[in-house]
């Protein structure tokens, strides 16, 4: 690859290549306050490619590739390479993550207490966490939320926060003083902002959490939380992790202490405000 | 006809509330189930019966409220199909 980054979120270490320098460039602004893989050394690859030699300069398309691949991912315009970039460093740890447990969901902490909130798309998890993180809370990720198979701790993997269409103004809002990437309009998400996590979040990135509280939130809904049994949050959990099923017995113990040992609710609310107070009561 | 528990080594079996936890070693497959199976599975380690057997030792000991050979024999099929039990043959 003709341009190369390096860069370490929480534990992991990524190293992406690229055939063309504007994505990286952007990367390297975003994560600038992120330190290098340990010992240099990355757990991840990732490759941003042009399928044929004239598509890097003739309407520059980018193919997301790495050590895992998804075959027959469609290709971005060279406009979102940064939303490619971010795309394959989430599909090596969705595909390739064996160090932890894996969950598809947001994490924020306070006094050593972490919430995990997950659900699914457009459930608001991101959203959420940037609101909570604008009140003081340290953002561990709005993404994946990373528990230990011996410890039951949870890691963070603070990325950058992938905030989408109605979300982009309301933590726009919030955090006046935060750092953004560019809009990126007519994804297949809709329009995308990156939001840049702060100075605690990634100061603090090595620091891991005792899990205390599991959410299920949904938005669109009248404010309403219940209790979610440990049976019903454990089957949740599976459809929400990539890796539960090939760490086998490590993954089936993780994800039984989690929901034996941490309290699950699932909340519903119909606008941001009433999430952060009801996650606020609740934590 | 007579059926046993998997061997014991191969189950962990994790009672979380309403629902049971079992996860089979030799295929790797978590199966989420609801009773009478862990109590099922408890009295066929302790050796191998047949269906009417162990209907007996269900009613005996969990007050089963509606004893059905048939419908037991269609569940120790769905257990052998998953590899929780296995048939072993009488003699």
Not at chain 1, 189 to 218: T, Y
Not at chain 1, 254 to 281: G, N
């Amino acid at each position: 690859m003709r341009h190369l980054t390096q860069l370490r979120i929480g534990p992991i270490g990524f190293r992406i290549g690229s055939h063309w320098r504007r994505p990286l460039a952007a990367l390297d602004d975003l994560y600038r306050d992120y330190p290098a893989p340990h010992d240099g050394i990355a757990d991840f690859n990732v490759h941003l490619f042009a399928a044929r030699p004239w598509r890097r300069v003739l309407r520059p398309s980018v193919h997301i590739a790495g050590d895992f691949v998804i075959p027959d991912a469609a290709p971005l315009p060279l406009a979102q390479g940064l939303l490619a970039a971010e795309m394959g460093m989430n599909l090596q740890m969705a595909l390739g993550l064996r160090r932890f447990l894996l969950l598809h969901a947001s994490m924020v902490e306070r006094n050593g207490r972490a919430v995990l909130m997950t659900g699914i798309s457009g459930a608001g998890k991101s959203t959420l966490a940037a609101l909570l993180m604008a009140r003081g809370w340290r953002l561990m990720g709005d993404e994946f939320a990373l528990i230990d198979c011996a410890t039951g701790l949870a890691h963070a993997f603070p990325r950058l926060v992938s905030l989408k269409n109605e979300a982009v103004d309301v933590v726009a809002q919030a955090l006046p003083g935060a750092r953004f990437g560019p809009l990126l309009e007519g994804t297949p998400k809709g329009a995308i902002r990156h939001l840049v996590p702060d100075a605690c979040a990634i100061a603090a990135m090595d620091v891991p959490a005792e899990p205390s509280l599991i959410l299920f939130p949904r938005f669109g809904f009248e404010a309403a939380a219940r209790p979610v049994l440990p049976s019903e949050a454990f089957v949740r959990l599976t459809q929400s992790s990539t890796n539960y099923v090939s760490l086998a017995e490590r993954g089936f113990d993780a994800l039984t202490r989690l929901v034996q040992s941490v309290p699950a609710r699932a909340i519903d609310y119909p606008d941001a405000e009433t999430a952060i107070a009801m996650v606020e009561a609740l934590a | 006809m007579l059926y046993r528990a998997a061997d014991p080594a191969t189950l962990r079996v994790v009672p979380l509330d309403a629902l049971t936890l079992v996860y089979h070693r030799a295929s790797g497959i978590t199966h989420i189930v609801d009773a009478p199976v862990p109590e099922i599975l408890a009295i066929l380690a302790e050796g191998p019966r047949n269906v009417a057997g162990l209907l007996g030792v269900l009613v005996e000991r969990f007050d089963l409220a509606d004893p059905d050979p048939a419908a037991l024999a269609v569940r120790l099929d769905e257990l052998v199909g998953a590899g929780l039990v296995e048939r072993t043959c009488a003699i």
